[in-house]
């Protein structure tokens, strides 16, 4: 079993930054495949960014890459997500969800068995 908890989200202007955390925790695994998802209301929950089990490797959504970076702390097995640049169109619950095993379908949210309640990020014009 995973655990996994976001943290970071909040209100900010337009252009402005947020960085989100994500821990993942477990008596089992020490490294996680880790991606971030976001949903706004009466939308399908969408790929965002994710990093590979190494953190050698990272992908992002078009919609967001050039703004937003994802990172990952093996030692503390914890993902972030700064995001800069922010556009109101940005504005969602992102839930972070971990996978101990990795999978070349990362964008896929079923993917992934483990994921954090969500933390909201508004953005405003």
């Not at 990093?51 to 990172?71: E, K, L, M, N």
């Not at 969800?97 to 969500?118: E, F, H, I, L």
Request: with cysteine; hydrophobic share 30%.
């Amino acid at each position: 079993q995973v655990q996994v908890a976001e943290s970071g989200g909040g209100l900010v202007e337009a252009g402005g930054s947020l960085r989100l955390s994500c821990a993942a925790s477990s008596r089992r695994y020490t490294q996680y495949a880790m991606a971030w998802f976001r949903q706004a209301p009466e939308t399908e929950r969408e790929f965002v960014a994710h990093i590979s089990w190494s953190g050698a490797s990272t992908d992002y959504a078009d919609s967001v890459a050039g703004r937003f970076t994802i990172t990952k702390d093996n030692t503390d097995t914890t993902a972030y997500l700064q995001m800069n640049s922010l556009k109101p169109e940005d504005t969602a619950v992102y839930y972070c969800a971990a996978d101990p095993w990795g999978s070349t379908r990362y964008k896929d949210p079923n993917v992934y068995d483990y994921w954090g309640q969500g933390t909201q990020v508004t953005v405003s014009s």
